[in-house]
């Protein structure tokens, strides 16, 4: 009778070791998902809010498709102004009404707030912004040959515009795989800059090229951009292509063609 109880309480034991650990093991491989929340003023002067929702497996970050992301506006997640599933690249975007969504705080910043409410595998997350709403302008000239590109951007602070002093732009032009930085500015006291476009850009067949002045991922400015496409660019002939090659022709340089061939050959070994 004794060893019967004992192999009883064995097995019980044995059995609630084996729930543990079953347990145990299931809430260690829930999914923590990285959440990426940015804001974007486009050059129409249209904003949006994105989040990106991702997780790391084997060192590689992986998009989380078909998760519902929730935006809000206000402190406190105050008013809530859509529900958006990700897309195939766990990407959800959210176009803002000026008129309806945005309500700043007493310092003048917009908040906003993202956040995923999680399910049985994957753990929830959420992230906030602090935007403070400002105006971007660039005007193109040329005197003499010279092309400068002007840029003025102000901010609205305690109800007012002024000045956006001591913060840097960068003006890009777009290239075979991203974009090209051509110059960089700070502006000053009066919120002005100036930066010095260059001569032997390539552009399309006619002289095209874009130019995009931005703010990138700024702390209180988020994304803010603007771009125009004009003659400033050398005209492109098929001459040009064939014996040249740089990250501005459409045939990219030997040294890239040959770098991404070992590169994608290792991943592909591994």
Sequence with gaps: ??????????????????????????????????LQFQ????????????TTVTYSMNRMELPLPGMKIVFYSGSGM?????????DEKGVAKYNLRHDSDISADKNGLF?????????????????ELLIRDITLKMELTEIDSIKTILLTAEKVDNGKMVP????????????????????EATLDESGKASVEFPADLPGDKDGNITIISRFEEHPEFGNVEKR???KWGVPA?????????ALWTKTAPKWMIYTLSILLAGVWGH
């Design 39 to 50: 804001y974007f003023k486009d050059n129409d002067d249209n904003s949006f809010l994105k």
């Design 78 to 86: 105050k008013i809530r102004l859509a529900e958006i599933t990700t």
């Design 228 to 230: 125009t496409t004009l």
């Design 164 to 183: 956006v002093s001591g913060e840097k732009l960068t003006v890009y032009v777009p290239r075979m795989f991203s974009l090209l930085p051509v110059g």
């Design 1 to 34: 009778m004794m060893k019967r109880k004992i192999t009883i309480g064995f097995l019980l034991l044995s059995f609630l070791t084996l729930t543990s650990n079953f347990l145990f093991s299931q809430e260690k491989t829930k999914i923590t998902p990285y």
């Design 111 to 127: 908040p906003f707030n993202t956040m995923f409410a999680g399910n049985d595998t994957i753990e929830s997350a959420s992230a």
């Design 237 to 245: 002939t098929s001459t040009s292509h064939s014996s040249h090659r």
